[in-house]
């Protein structure tokens, strides 16, 4: 499986669970296996992957030793029996004291110098650059540095085996992303409303998957994200017994048809909504895994929720707090066109201002709509001289009727809803983080400044850089518990902690994109799992990339003429202005057809508005 094939799991997961639906009521097979005891990586092969006994293959003799340091930084990749296959390019004793639990790091195109050699010795450095590390539970934490070792060899018989290195994994990135897995692991957000992912890599068999998954998720979020979610999987619920599939059949578990079931001690006392999330978690997690259901969940040996007893769980049962459901159909693509927010029907070919006054005004900088399509946060032109702030932020009612002044500066960022639509976030003159919060029943609005000290203050312990000011976009996650944002130009993701007193605070910034050769100007989220960045320059200022740093790709640029000012997604579609108009990118069609077109009849400088 590609990389490129692997980022595309949101698309065929829609497959599957339209397959679930069909198959639900009649797919009843099954298989199991007892949760493993280790939490170190695990890997995944596809799901044609058929388990041999013939064990990893040995070095080939008579190898150079250069060519032999190649192989063994691509051996390293298989973790299996302590890195077993690897461990065969090491002499007897370094195959006994080489110390593979000491970390794990990924680099890129890894020279192999020769240093020195005699007859029966040689020296060689490793030098590359250091893109990532993978931890213990399977997270990958992204860095962009230099990376230099030494291995010593010597001759055993008339071959070279490696008799000294560092006491650590180092695998070619190409090696990693050939044979581990990227899956995200699901979790509830502190709210109760929405699953966040928790990116983990791991290696294993197809069969062996299920198993692997569940202990992941037994074992809980990575230790940065326990400030944002929950786990229902926790003690003192608790997987029991046996996985097997639907029919209670213990082979093959997870692989093709079949469904899987799974029993949790404890789950009965749960009351309804977190059972619904503990099913959410659990499914979702599958369900991108590609383990087909149906799943059936039980509570102590009873059906977790009696409405799935017959039928088991599918991905639509838990769609309600799964973050990539499509929710943009509601009101549909808009536009700020010279000022004024338009209404934008593609198939009708018709353009047409909104109601009221965000749709007569011709002042606006920048507009977010709220996921239902009720309220509209539009920075607008102040129209007062210096020293006045030149822009305010308006919150109003779709129809314009009602409407509220809520905060001045002399820049914003575009403001971005959260899910619920009951508040939206900016950023006020690069260092001040605010979020206006709608209250549904009374309609009045307030305002919160939202704590940032942490952010650009260095972790203890983490040689991750921090942001710097000014901060120039901010979007937040459908799930609530992440804001994507650039800070001079460069990508993070913090976490979005709710305090004790109600308040808002975005901490623990990680970089994201590390490696962008020029500054990012804009960003949005193209999945729950996947960021799509702008940047400037003319070659290939369209990238995306996975929350956790991995898989930077370039994204087509045919059509397009930079500057790339501004992007904006949707389930099928991206949006973006260039330096000559509103352009889009249909996803869905294959790689080869996929080039931007002009959305016709708005103009230059058009920016393109979908409800969050």
């Known amino acids: 499986m590609s990389r490129r094939s692997r980022g595309r799991r949101r698309g065929r997961t829609r497959l599957r669970a339209v397959l679930c639906l069909i198959l639900g009521a009649t797919l009843l097979l099954g298989a199991c296996a007892n949760l493993p005891d280790s939490s170190a990586p695990q890997a995944l092969g596809t799901i044609d992957r058929q388990t041999t006994s013939t064990g990893p293959a040995a070095p080939v003799p008579g190898r150079d030793p250069d060519l032999l340091v190649r192989d063994f930084l691509t051996a390293t990749a298989d973790p299996t029996n302590r890195h077993g ?11 006994l004291a080489w110390d593979d639990t000491a970390g794990t790091v990924i680099v890129d195109m890894p020279d192999t110098l020769h240093l020195s050699q005699t007859s029966d010795t040689a020296t060689y450095q490793i030098r590359g650059r250091k893109v990532g590390e993978l931890n213990a539970d399977g997270s990958f934490r ?6 230099e070792s030494q291995i010593k060899m010597t001759k055993v018989g008339d071959d070279w085996r490696i008799s000294q ?9 190409d090696a990693f992303y050939k044979t581990y897995q990227r899956v995200p692991l699901y979790f509830p957000n502190s709210a109760g409303t ?36 929950r786990n229902l999987l926790a003690a003192p619920v608790t997987l029991h017994g046996a996985i097997t599939k639907a029919n209670g059949d213990t082979a093959n578990v997870g692989v093709g048809l079949g469904g899987v079931r799974m029993d949790f001690s404890g789950a009965a006392a749960l009351d309804p909504h977190d059972k619904e999330l503990l099913a959410a978690q659990v499914v979702l ?14 509570a102590d040996g009873k059906p977790l929720d009696a409405r799935y007893a017959d039928t088991g769980w599918s991905m639509n049962d838990v769609r309600a707090v799964n973050p990539a459901s499509d929710q943009h159909g509601r009101l549909g693509l808009h536009a700020l066109r010279d000022g004024t927010l338009v209404s934008v029907d593609l198939e009708q070919n018709k353009i047409a201002p909104v109601p009221g006054y965000f749709g007569t005004v011709r002042n606006l900088q920048a507009v977010g709509l709220s996921d239902d399509g009720q309220l509209i946060a539009a920075v607008a032109d102040s129209g007062r001289p210096a020293p006045s702030p030149r822009r305010i932020l308006v919150i109003g009612s779709y129809d314009g009727t009602t409407r509220f002044p809520v905060a001045e500066g002399n820049s914003f960022t575009r403001p971005s809803w959260t899910q619920d639509g009951r508040s939206v976030w900016t950023v006020i003159d690069g260092n001040r983080v605010i979020r206006a919060v709608h209250d549904p029943d009374t309609g009045n609005l307030s305002k919160q400044d939202v704590d940032i000290s942490d952010l ?34 460069k990508v993070y993701l913090a976490l979005v902690v709710r305090l004790p007193d109600g308040r808002y605070a975005l901490r623990s910034p990680t970089p994201v994109a590390v490696n962008l050769s020029t500054a990012a100007v804009s960003i949005d989220w193209l999945s729950p799992e996947q960021l799509v960045v702008a940047r400037e320059g003319s070659v290939n200022p369209l990238e995306s990339v996975f929350i956790d740093s ?3 790709e370039s994204l087509p640029s045919q059509n397009l003429t930079p500057p790339v000012r501004v992007v904006t997604t949707a389930p099928d579609k991206l949006y973006l202005t260039d330096a000559r108009a509103m352009m889009q990118l249909q996803s869905s069609d294959p790689a080869a057809d996929r080039f931007w077109r002009e959305v016709q009849g708005l103009g230059a400088n058009s920016i393109a508005v979908l409800p969050e």
């Open 85 to 95: 296959a690897a461990r065969l390019y090491l002499t007897p004793a370094a195959a």
């Open 142 to 147: 992204a860095t962009d540095k230099a990376y």
């Open 165 to 173: 290195l560092p006491p650590e994994v180092v695998v070619a990135k």
């Open 194 to 229: 929405a699953m966040v992912p928790d990116l983990r890599w791991i290696y294993t068999t197809k069969e062996q998957l299920t198993q692997r998954i569940l202990a992941l998720l037994a074992g809980g979020p990575q230790r940065q994200l326990t400030s944002v979610v």
């Open 285 to 298: 997690t599958l369900a991108e895994a590609e383990i087909l259901g149906p799943y059936m969940l039980l």
């Open 456 to 489: 650009t203050v260095a972790q203890p312990n983490s040689t991750d850089p921090v942001p710097r000011l000014p901060i120039t976009e901010l979007r937040v996650s459908r799930d609530g518990a992440r804001a994507a944002i650039i800070a001079d130009g």
């Open 550 to 552: 991995t898989n930077l």
